[in-house]
Nanobody, 115 residues
Framework: QVQLVESGGGLVQLGGSLRLSCAAP????????MGWYRQAPGKQRELVAA???????NYADSVKGRFTISRDNAKNTVYLEMNSLKPEDTAVYYC?????????WGQGTQVTVSS
């Protein structure tokens, strides 16, 4: 099991920005595919953005053009830059690390967007 430590969530106004970070100490981070998911109250967890070990990215349609995922293998960290935030982006955001058949989750960080 991989330890994932998320940070950067908080309360922001409509149109604001936040940057989430997910650190994964003690692993060969570069071989992992990393992702950000979110879960709003009463809804299923959904993929927000993902980046493979090779650097390929994909995004949920609802965040394309507003969110950017990136990774720094030297720091064992993946980031999610979120701009033009909307109230519907309010959720708990989770970091995920996958390699082969292993999948690990962080504890989640709350993002709340007020209108």
């Amino acid at each position: 099991q991989v330890q994932l430590v998320e940070s950067g969530g908080g309360l922001v106004q409509l149109g604001g920005s936040l940057r989430l970070s997910c650190a994964a100490p003690g692993i060969i981070f570069s071989i992992y595919d990393m992702g950000w998911y979110r879960q709003a109250p009463g809804k299923q967890r959904e993929l927000v953005a993902a980046i493979t070990s090779g650097g390929s990215k994909n995004y949920a349609d609802s965040v394309k053009g507003r969110f950017t995922i990136s990774r720094d293998n030297a720091k064992n960290t993946v980031y999610l830059e979120m701009n033009s935030l909307k109230p519907e982006d309010t959720a708990v955001y989770y970091c995920n690390a996958k390699v082969l058949r292993s999948s690990s989750w962080g504890q989640g960080t709350q993002v709340t967007v007020s209108s």
